[in-house]
């Protein structure tokens, strides 16, 4: 395995982390931090694993309203609302990284988030996440 692989994996292990905490979080009053500790201990995460989770995370949550408004207007026919609790997820460190993570090409984060709508919710989820995310990434400035 290269660098650059096994980089990219850790990377995508960080994403798959804040799935997972950004889905925990939704609907509730948890702390985002006791969520981030107890999934990155539940998936064995390394410290820059769950760094690079926490980073997506926190991001999504601070910038939740300039990241939910790029999301709807991209949905066009559908609600933020209206989606399921995974696609949001998904959908929102997506978003995230293509406004403010702006070192990690868009092809990357398009790619990732696909994956990630594909394995846990399905094909045609990601085929979804697939247009909105790229919506967002011809409109970003």
Known sequence: MTTATHGAGRRRRGRE????????LEGTTKDANWALDYQARD???AAD??????RIVL?????????DAAIEDASEH??????????RAV???GTYELLYERATPVAVVID???ELAKTYAGEEASQFVNGVMGQIARRRA
Do not use: H, I, M, Y
């Open 17 to 24: 982390l804040a799935l997972r905490v950004l889905f925990e």
């Open 43 to 45: 998936l064995r995460a």
């Open 49 to 54: 694993v769950a760094t690079f989770g926490r």
């Open 59 to 67: 991001g999504c949550l601070a910038n939740v309203g300039a990241v």
């Open 78 to 87: 559908w609600a933020l609302a209206d989606l399921g609790k995974v696609e």
């Open 91 to 93: 959908l929102r460190l």
């Open 112 to 114: 990732e988030s696909v």
